[in-house]
């Protein structure tokens, strides 16, 4: 009898105490995703600018045993303004071929002959767009991000990015933002009839 009562009395206090102890523990909240600081937004900015491949066609490169390598003074800095404009021959494009010159700047194609634009900090890239005038460069395909301005001409694959998700666009902003500024105006584009004379 005494080992019951003993043995009763243990559970109660056990039980007290794991109710006690149950209670006074503060539930579990999943964690609230922090806004990231500048330098992450920028870090994750640069991230995304490397793996969407943006150098490829915006970075001026010089040729090397290697194959090409970005210039890094002009890195997204465009189609280099000091460069001769080439033309194509007229019959290529006509047969539907697509080119792009040595450092893939400028491409030509039934849409005439177009260039990387400066992505630069610089007020000849987008050193005074706004993060919106981005957001509708990048997801709408619209030239400056300008309402009612013409298409990005080709080969900006714009219509890729239109479900990219706005914190991304932030991101890309922000590191796009913070390099160094490169003075470079990008020509206008070359028409289909002006090439095609």
Known sequence: MKKIILTS????????????????????????????????LVKRGEYLVAIMGCNDCHSPKQ???????????????????????QKADPRV???????????????VGEWGVSF??????DQT??????EENFKRALKEGKYKG??????????????????IEDGDVKAIFAYLKSTRPVSNVVPMP????????
């Open 146 to 163: 300008l309402e009612g301005s013409r298409s990005l001409l080709p080969p900006m694959p714009w219509t890729n990015f239109v479900s």
């Open 93 to 107: 494009v006509r047969q539907g071929w697509i080119l792009f010159n040595f450092d893939l700047t400028s491409a």
């Open 9 to 40: 009395s243990m559970m109660l206090i056990f039980s007290a105490f794991l109710f006690t102890g149950c209670k006074n523990t503060p539930k579990t909240v999943a964690p609230v995703a922090a806004e990231p600081t500048p330098e992450q």
């Open 190 to 197: 070359v028409s289909p009839e002006e090439m095609l004379k």
């Open 63 to 85: 040729i090397t045993e290697q194959g090409p390598i970005v210039i890094k003074e002009s890195m997204l800095s465009g189609y280099p303004a000091d460069r001769p404009v």
């Open 125 to 130: 890239g987008i050193g005074n767009w706004t």
């Open 116 to 121: 990387s634009a400066n992505l630069t900090s």
